[in-house]
């Protein structure tokens, strides 16, 4: 059964600062991994897709790793702002799973002026 | 397209009555998914439907629960009855199959209270 970590659970930075997110995950047979953010009392909208035989992918301020023989994947931000805050959750589409995500706890994080 | 939409946003109920969440997808999307949200246990699915035809259905906490998919167009989420422990955050999304993966689109979430 595929479980997906994610550390840490809650990260407070100030504005300004570039900062990486961790996400784990058990099972190495997986199609892709997306990273989603969630803001308060909303649903979920995707950041950025990693198909499994890609090593990162970017869009803007966000660059997404995953090395998918050690079950990892990370989230990186650049020169954050406080309109970054939000959660942030990672989720795997396993070979096992067709159509199924398994999604993380998430990470909160909040970014100060 | 104006995303996936669910309704009610918010619904707050007594132990005991029938609650009908509702998910109308994105056109042309042929996967729906349904969630539930809570702080204890995240985010987890309960069913998911290709061509309105339910796939897997092992996420479903027991058998007061119950989805459909009528439609390309709209599917619902039946508690019946519904308890205090139902109290949930529901998401729908949608996607459709790239061949490399999906990338599912979620609704705004209902919000379920029951007392």
């Known amino acids: 059964k595929q479980e997906v970590t994610q550390i840490p659970a809650a990260l407070s930075v100030p504005e300004g600062e570039n900062l990486v997110l961790n996400c784990s995950f058990t099972d190495s047979a997986i199609y892709n991994l997306q990273w989603f953010r969630q803001d308060p009392g909303k649903g979920l909208t995707s950041l950025l897709l990693?198909?499994?035989?890609?090593r990162e992918q970017t869009s803007g301020r966000l660059n997404a790793s995953l090395d998918k023989s050690s079950g990892r994947s990370t989230l990186y931000i650049a020169a954050s702002q406080p309109g970054d805050s939000a959660t942030y959750l990672c989720?795997?589409?396993?070979?096992?799973?067709?159509?199924?995500?398994?999604f993380g706890q998430g990470t909160i994080l909040t970014v100060h002026p | 397209d104006a995303g996936v939409i669910q309704s009610p946003r918010h619904e707050v109920t007594e132990m005991g009555q029938e609650v009908t969440l509702r998910c109308k997808p994105i056109s042309g999307h042929d996967y729906l998914f349904w969630y539930r949200q809570t702080m204890m246990r995240g985010l987890e699915l309960l069913i998911y439907?290709?061509?309105?035809?339910?796939?897997?259905d092992s996420g479903m906490p027991e058998d007061r629960f119950s989805a459909k998919m009528p439609n390309a167009s709209f599917s619902t989420l039946k508690i019946q009855p519904s308890e205090p422990r139902d109290s949930a955050v529901y998401f729908c999304a949608s996607s459709f199959w790239t061949g490399g993966g999906h990338i599912q689109y979620f609704g705004a979430g209902t919000r379920l209270s029951v007392l």
């Open positions: 439907f290709n061509n309105n035809v339910p796939i897997d």
């Open positions: 990693i198909q499994s035989s890609q």
């Open positions: 989720a795997v589409l396993s070979g096992s799973s067709y159509g199924k995500l398994t």
